[in-house]
């Protein structure tokens, strides 16, 4: 189940085991949940500080607090799980922009505040590694609805049906966007003088 640090998630880790250790964490055992968290968790903070990089931390609690309420009644495979899972941080994410946008925001930095009321998460010391530093910053230079649906597909591993649904696309919308988004990545990467 652990990934070697830097390494780029592309799809379900647990696979077989993930039945049964949803079964397990649905009837409460705390061992399970932790499994299930910390192997989705990294890919979750990596697509929230894409989409709502000031507030990423903030929405993963609320969107796994909404994962706990409800997941005695969810059914599915370890990829229909990731889809409901990145279906509930998405609508967080929304909501905690529209939120934002109605109150006045007082920013902690520069303060030395945030420093003391933080301590490093396992997936911000992995986000440290330059390589995947890298691919993640040139993804966030891409307009937000192509970076949003490349993290979704690549990073998430989710299918086009799935990111579609996730985002109000047509399939042949995200392929497109997807399409455009790595083609633009390529290009950066040639002008940096990186071989893919």
Known sequence: MRRELGQVHTGPVLEDA???????????????????????????????????????????????LQVLAGLRKFRGDERSFRAWLFTIARHRAVDWGRSRAR???????????????TAPDPADVVLERLATRAVLAAIATLPREQAEIILLRVVVGLDTAAVGRLVGKSQGAVRVSAHRGLRRLAELADRAGVTL
Do not use: K
Request: no cysteine.
């Open 103 to 117: 109150r006045a925001a007082v920013p902690l930095a520069g303060s030395g505040a945030e420093e003391r009321l």
């Open 18 to 64: 993930f039945a049964a250790t949803l079964s397990a964490a649905r009837g409460g055992d705390e061992a399970a949940f932790t499994a299930i968290f910390r192997d989705v968790q990294p890919v979750l903070l990596r697509y929230l500080h894409i989409i709502g990089p000031e507030s990423a931390d903030d929405i993963a609690s609320e969107t796994w």
